[in-house]
T-cell receptor
Framework: GENVEQHPSTLSVQEGDSAVIKCTYS??????FPWYKQELGKGPQLIID?????GEKKDQRIAVTLNKTAKHFSLHITETQPEDSAVYFC??????????????FGQGTTLQVKP | DAGVIQSPRHEVTEMGQEVTLRCKPI?????LFWYRQTMMRGLELLIY????????DSGMPEDRFSAKMPNASFSTLKIQPSEPRDSAVYFC???????????FGPGTRLTVL
C-alpha cells in the first residue's frame, strides 16, 4: 500500500522567512496530493492540493510542487506570518474509477513562526 | 453549511465502558471517513462509507471497534469495551463523490482512564 514520509517533523522560522516542507510517496498510482493545516484543537483544513498532471500550483503565499519521477512533493510558504504556526500534513491518494481516494497522511510538521 | 459536526467534543470514560462517537457529514456528501489521531501513529484511517455502506474497514484496530451509518446524515463509531490505549482524537470527514477534498470535523478527544 501507499506510504507517505514527511520531513521535517518540526520547523522554526522567523516571521517573513520562507518555510518548505517535503513529502515522498511510494505508490506510483497516486495522483492526488493535498496539504492540510491543523490548528490546536481543530480538525485538519485543506490549504492547497495538486493533481499528478500538474507540476506546480500556487495560491497567494503558498505553493506546492510535484516531481512524479522522484515521487516527492513539497509545500512552500513565503513571507511567513505568526498565524501560519500550526501542524501541516501532506497526503497522497489515488483517484480513479476503481478506487475512492483513500488519503494516506504523512506524520506532520509542526511549524513555528517567531515574531 | 455548518460543516462536519461531531459529538461529543470531549469524552472521558473508564476502562471497560462503552463509548459512542457521533458524526453528521456535510449534506450531499456521499463518502464518510473515520480517522484516529495519536502522537505515535499520526492520522490513521479506520473505516469509510460510500452511500451509507462500509467499503473498507481494514484500519479498524480490533473487534472492539464498530461503525455504522444508518442514513446519509449520521454515523457512529463505537468502542466496546474501551481501553486506555484507545485514548486519541477521533475525526470524521466527508467528501462529495465528484470532488477530491475531504472536509474534517472538529474531532472528539477521547480519554480512557
Amino acid at each position: 500500500g501507499e506510504n507517505v514520509e514527511q520531513h521535517p517533523s518540526t520547523l522554526s522560522v522567523q516571521e517573513g522567512d520562507s518555510a518548505v516542507i517535503k513529502c515522498t510517496y511510494s505508490d506510483s498510482a497516486s495522483n492526488y496530493f493535498p496539504w492540510y493545516k491543523q490548528e490546536l484543537g481543530k480538525g485538519p483544513q485543506l490549504i492547497i492540493d495538486i493533481r499528478s498532471n500538474v507540476g506546480e500550483k500556487k495560491d497567494q503565499r503558498i505553493a506546492v510542487t510535484l516531481n512524479k519521477t522522484a515521487k516527492h512533493f513539497s509545500l512552500h510558504i513565503t513571507e511567513t506570518q505568526p498565524e501560519d504556526s500550526a501542524v501541516y500534513f501532506c497526503a497522497a491518494s489515488s483517484h480513479g474509477s476503481s478506487n475512492t481516494g483513500k488519503l494516506i497522511f504523512g506524520q506532520g510538521t509542526t511549524l513555528q513562526v517567531k515574531p | 453549511d455548518a460543516g462536519v459536526i461531531q459529538s461529543p467534543r470531549h469524552e472521558v470514560t473508564e476502562m471497560g465502558q462503552e463509548v459512542t462517537l457521533r458524526c453528521k457529514p456535510i449534506s450531499g456528501h456521499d463518502y464518510l471517513f473515520w480517522y484516529r489521531q495519536t502522537m505515535m501513529r499520526g492520522l490513521e484511517l479506520l473505516i469509510y462509507f460510500n452511500n451509507n455502506v462500509p467499503i473498507d474497514d481494514s484500519g479498524m484496530p480490533e473487534d472492539r471497534f464498530s461503525a455504522k451509518m444508518p442514513n446519509a446524515s449520521f454515523s457512529t463509531l463505537k468502542i466496546q469495551p474501551s481501553e486506555p490505549r484507545d485514548s486519541a482524537v477521533y475525526f470524521c470527514a466527508s467528501r462529495d463523490r465528484g470532488r477530491d477534498t475531504q472536509y474534517f470535523g472538529p474531532g472528539t478527544r477521547l480519554t480512557v482512564l
